[in-house]
T-cell receptor, first 114, second 113 residues
Framework: AQSVTQLGSHVSVSEGALVLLRCNYS??????LFWYVQYPNQGLQLLLK??????LVKGINGFEAEFKKSETSFHLTKPSAHMSDAAEYFC????????????FGTGTQLKVEL | DTGVSQNPRHKITKRGQNVTFRCDPI?????LYWYRQTLGQGPEFLTY????????KSRLLSDRFSAERPKGSFSTLEIQRTEQGDSAMYLC???????????FGSGTRLTVV
């Protein structure tokens, strides 16, 4: 069985500061890992994904994440927060053979302050 | 626009009524997924189709829920005898079989009063 844990349901940063959103996963087989962003009353937009290959993954809007197998982590970072980054962020895991269905974490609400 | 389309965007219904939602996936995508998202939670898997075949259903999908994907194109999700606990955002996503990316629709927000 797979699971995802997102530490911190709410994170607040100042504009221009580093964004770090934490995600740990549990999977008995090699996982595919995803970060999605959701704005109010909207669907989910893919920020980035890790499937195979390079463990440092770059996504849209300046976000990146690093797959660390030894730590079972896939933390999301952005060097400099912008007001437009305020949203809810979801980490998710899937694997081949499971219909590729996604298992999501409970989400982290990011607040960006002036 | 070739994105995933969901209708309606919002639905308010009285407890006990039946509701049906529609999802139009990206045309070349042969997999279609339904998820449910309640307030403050991440989306939870409900069911998925590969073409017209429904390949998996979550235990969350009670017998009041039914989903179809006739002809492997659009899909409908019906909830019979709605309950207040059914209030949630229902999200649809589509992908290629061999793909590792999903495109989500904007969701249908159901409120049962």
């Amino acid at each position: 069985a797979q699971s995802v844990t997102q530490l911190g349901s709410h994170v607040s940063v100042s504009e221009g500061a580093l964004v770090l959103l934490r995600c740990n996963y549990s999977s008995s087989v090699p996982p595919y890992l995803f970060w999605y962003v959701q704005y109010p009353n909207q669907g989910l937009q893919l920020l980035l994904k890790y499937t195979t290959g390079a463990t440092l993954v770059k996504g849209i809007n300046g976000f990146e994440a690093e797959f660390k197998k030894s730590e079972t982590s896939f933390h999301l970072t952005k060097p400099s927060a912008h007001m437009s980054d305020a949203a809810e962020y979801f980490c998710a895991v899937s694997f081949t053979g499971g219909g590729n269905k996604l298992t999501f974490g409970t989400g982290t609400q990011l607040k960006v302050e002036l | 626009d070739t994105g995933v389309s969901q209708n309606p965007r919002h639905k308010i219904t009285k407890r006990g009524q039946n509701v049906t939602f529609r999802c139009d996936p990206i045309s070349e995508h042969n997999r279609l997924y339904w998820y449910r998202q309640t307030l403050g939670q991440g989306p939870e898997f409900l069911t998925y189709f590969q073409n017209e075949a429904q390949l998996e259903k979550s235990r969350l999908l009670s017998d009041r829920f039914s989903a179809e994907r006739p002809k492997g194109s659009f899909s409908t999700l019906e909830i019979q005898r709605t309950e207040q606990g059914d209030s949630a955002m229902y999200l649809c996503a589509s992908s290629l079989v061999a793909g590792k990316s999903y495109t989500f629709g904007s969701g249908t927000r159901l409120t049962v009063v």
